[in-house]
């Protein structure tokens, strides 16, 4: 009766709240947005069709999506003072705590947007984060390397405005390149959600106060920045990138895993909740191949990646554990393909997973059924006791 569900009667309630957007089962390795299977969508739809799917529930119509896209771009700008922000941070910041700040400051120049039940201002906070967030993101990219700010272009997609603002140059003309805009159309599609991972469940614990959007998502953008969740993805290249440098040998790194050396783990593999091969790793190894496989002499790391997972996956150690790939294991070879630096690939899953949030968020404030609660505890500490004072300590 309060929206809780636990997947175990014997399992410590966890609070964990219901929810009508996505479907995971991670025995047989299923994932649906609003009942759509990813396959599908990854193969037919675009972002910003999934990000309207995700948000309003069903799959707009030609009309519905004219209107998103175009209300989007109208919001791409920053207002000027926002893009001051940037002046402050030092050039070689993570753009991770660049990001989530600057989300957060949204709210300070969007006062209308504090009011969580004002049904027309959540619809423009929405609209703001979807078209301002990849502005954010090209823009802290821009100050990690010391080039000049890009105004958005509102004759082009979103994805496509993004890549231009991120490797565009003011001085000359910048062509996106189709392929490239394909790749990470579809590599937002497979980050759009994920159900109640750390970071949405974050959005909605901070939501569930009643705390404005860009807070709310401000905070989900530091929870993804973690290496065990968001963070996965670059530090999956640092790992093959350390192979590398130990001549490939995967047998070495492989025994290190197993024999449980501090710190090493293999990274990109393993989930919460999915103990079978992740759909989207699926799919995202394909489009790897497809990428990388136009490089000429190829990848040594997808060389390196590949063997790795072989080694794994018929390696009893991690079949017994039902460690199999998950989204970050192939993510961050085509990140580095399309030319984005390690430290920015975190950034790629939030502006991904952005749409997810939003909706969950939104979710969770019209349908209060569907609120993660305050969670309880087991308490392990000492029992009642009495002050000493201090000269008797
Ligand atoms: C994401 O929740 C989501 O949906 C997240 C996400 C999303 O879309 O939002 O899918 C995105 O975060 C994917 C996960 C990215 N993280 C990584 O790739 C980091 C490496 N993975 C591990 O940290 C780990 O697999 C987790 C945290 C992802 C999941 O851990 P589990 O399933 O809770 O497993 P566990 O920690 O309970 O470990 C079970 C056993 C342990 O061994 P034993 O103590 O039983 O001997 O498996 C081992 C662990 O040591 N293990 C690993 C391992 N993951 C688990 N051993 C080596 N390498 C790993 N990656």
């Not at 821009?142 to 004759?155: A, E, F, M, R, T």
């Not at 001549?247 to 999915?274: I, P, Q, W």
Request: proline letters at 6%; a negative charge.
């Amino acid at each position: 009766s309060t929206g809780y569900i636990t997947h175990d009667p014997g399992f410590v309630n966890t609070g964990a709240a219901s929810s009508a957007i996505t479907y995971i089962d991670g025995d047989a390795g299923i994932l649906r947005y609003r009942g759509y299977p990813i396959e599908q969508l990854a193969q037919k739809s675009t972002f910003i069709e999934v990000s309207y799917l995700l948000i309003y529930g069903e799959l707009p119509t030609k009309t519905q999506l004219d209107d998103f896209t175009e209300k989007i771009q109208r919001h791409t700008l920053l207002h000027e003072d926002l893009k001051a922000f940037f002046s402050g941070f030092p050039r070689d910041a993570h753009p991770m705590p660049v990001l989530s700040s600057a989300v957060s400051a949204l709210s300070t120049f969007y006062q209308d947007s504090l009011n969580p039940f004002d049904e027309p201002n959540v619809e423009l906070s929405t609209i703001r984060l979807l078209a301002k967030v990849p502005t954010l993101a090209a823009y802290a990219y821009k100050k990690s390397v010391g080039q000049p700010l890009l105004y958005p272009d509102n004759s082009l997609g979103l994805v496509e405005n993004f890549l231009r603002m991120t490797f565009g140059f003011p001085a000359e003309p910048y062509e996106v390149d189709p392929e490239v805009a394909k790749a990470l159309d579809l590599l937002f599609i497979l980050h759009a959600d994920h159900e109640q991972n750390c970071s949405t469940s974050t959005v909605r614990l901070v939501g569930s106060s009643e705390a404005n959007l860009f807070a709310s998502i401000s905070a989900g953008i530091n929870a993804l920045f973690g290496p065990l969740h968001g963070g996965a993805n670059a530090a999956v290249l640092d790992m093959l990138e350390g192979i590398k440098n130990d001549g490939g040998d995967v047998a070495n790194f492989v025994s290190r895993v197993k024999n449980k050396e501090k710190g090493v783990k293999l990274m990109g593999f393993g989930h919460r909740v999915y103990k079978n091969y992740d759909p989207r790793a699926k799919i995202i190894k394909n489009t790897a191949d497809e990428i990388l496989g136009k490089i000429a002499g190829g990848d040594e790391l997808l060389d390196i990646a590949k063997k790795l997972e072989e080694t794994a996956l018929s390696d009893d150690y991690f079949v017994e554990r039902k460690l199999y790939p998950n989204v970050d294991f192939y993510t961050g070879l085509i990140y580095r393909a399309l030319g984005f630096p390690t430290k920015y690939f975190t950034v790629l899953f939030a502006l991904g997973r952005l749409p997810g949030w939003i909706a969950h968020w939104r979710e969770m404030i019209q349908d209060p059924a569907t609120k993660i609660g305050r969670p309880r505890q087991i308490y392990t500490g000492e029992t009642e006791r009495d002050y000493t004072p201090l000269e008797q300590r």
